[in-house]
């Protein structure tokens, strides 16, 4: 491997002592408790290679994974790579509920876009924002292994959506709004999913495109929808014509599907699942053919939190 010489090089930034603390802190309890002597970074890398069950053990505790079942083996080291060993068999654990476990008036999101104003929400204010999707989502009688298709641009609806799925031990897959009608197709039929969300329009460079007849004819080709959901890009859009999409709605409508006669919003229930229990499907670009399917699953995703 070709390696540049930086004994030249200006110095650009510098860390200071308080600067990667919680690599420090971790690096700490892995000396006190298996008596080693780490100087830095390299050291406390070529352990993990060497300790590899011990050191994702402890990185389990060190980040607080929150869930129902620990593990009871984190890798099978005897397992070929080329079977795919199973990390941390036997846990049982929830995406969502990790990543909402803060409930505080912390930032969570900032969403903003090219047309629309920047809006700020909190811990507290998302997870309440997800127990709302959460709660029409379950009347609407999504479970655990369905999945919800996603063809929208970045907004804090497909955020709230998204987190609302994985609490139900769905699978959240996307598209992006730019892709064409066939594109799209191609993609989610391999899923079959039971609801897709979307919406009405978007701006791109100073124009705005218009999603609606795109979005009929790709509903037209996803047999398996049961729900499609639209969201609305501005107040006027609830006047557009949305009869001619199948099973369509605005999401605005779906949500109001959780309401009680007392106005209460149930508490989200966090569906446990393995750490390999798929919560994301991608696709590769299709270039050399079918766009082929791109699983995530929960536990990898939680590590990386």
Not at 72 to 81: F, G, H
Not at 98 to 113: C, E, H, P, Q, V
Not at 141 to 162: P, T
Not at 231 to 240: F, I, Q, T
Request: aromatic fraction near 12%; charge should be neutral.
């Amino acid at each position: 491997m070709y390696h540049h010489k930086f004994v030249d090089a200006p110095l650009i930034w510098k860390p200071e002592e308080n600067h990667g603390r919680n690599m420090k802190d971790f690096k700490k309890i892995i000396e006190d408790k298996y008596c080693v002597t780490l100087g830095g970074y390299e050291d406390l890398y070529e352990w993990s290679i060497g300790h590899l069950c011990k050191f994702w053990s402890e990185m389990w505790d060190f980040i607080g994974v929150i869930s129902s079942k620990k593990f009871d083996m984190v890798v099978d080291l005897n397992t070929p790579i080329s079977d795919l060993p199973e990390w941390f068999k036997g846990a049982e654990i929830n995406l969502a509920e990790n990543f909402l476990k803060y409930r505080d008036d912390s930032l969570a999101l900032i969403t903003t876009g090219e047309d629309t104003k920047t809006e700020k929400f909190t811990f507290a204010q998302m997870y309440e924002e997800v127990r709302l999707y959460a709660a029409a989502f379950r009347k609407f009688g999504l479970k655990k292994g369905d999945f919800v298709a996603c063809h929208i641009s970045n907004r804090k609806e497909a955020v709230f959506a998204m987190y609302a799925v994985l609490s139900i031990g769905a699978v959240w897959t996307p598209a992006l709004p730019t892709l064409g009608v066939e594109a799209v197709v191609k993609r989610f039929q391999q899923v079959n999913p039971k609801i897709l969300l979307s919406i009405d329009r978007y701006a791109q460079d100073g124009k705005n495109i218009d999603m609606l007849p795109k979005l009929k004819k790709i509903v037209e080709g996803l047999l398996s929808l049961d729900k499609v959901l639209i969201v609305a890009s501005k107040p006027d859009s609830y006047s557009k014509d949305i009869s001619g999409i199948k099973n369509s709605c605005f999401l605005k409508e779906f949500l109001n599907l959780d309401e009680k006669e007392n106005g209460r919003v149930p508490p989200i229930i966090f569906e446990q699942v393995s750490f390999s229990h798929p919560v994301t499907i991608n696709y590769t670009s299709g270039t050399t053919g079918l766009p082929k399917a791109v699983v995530h699953g929960s536990g990898v995703s939680i590590l990386y939190l």
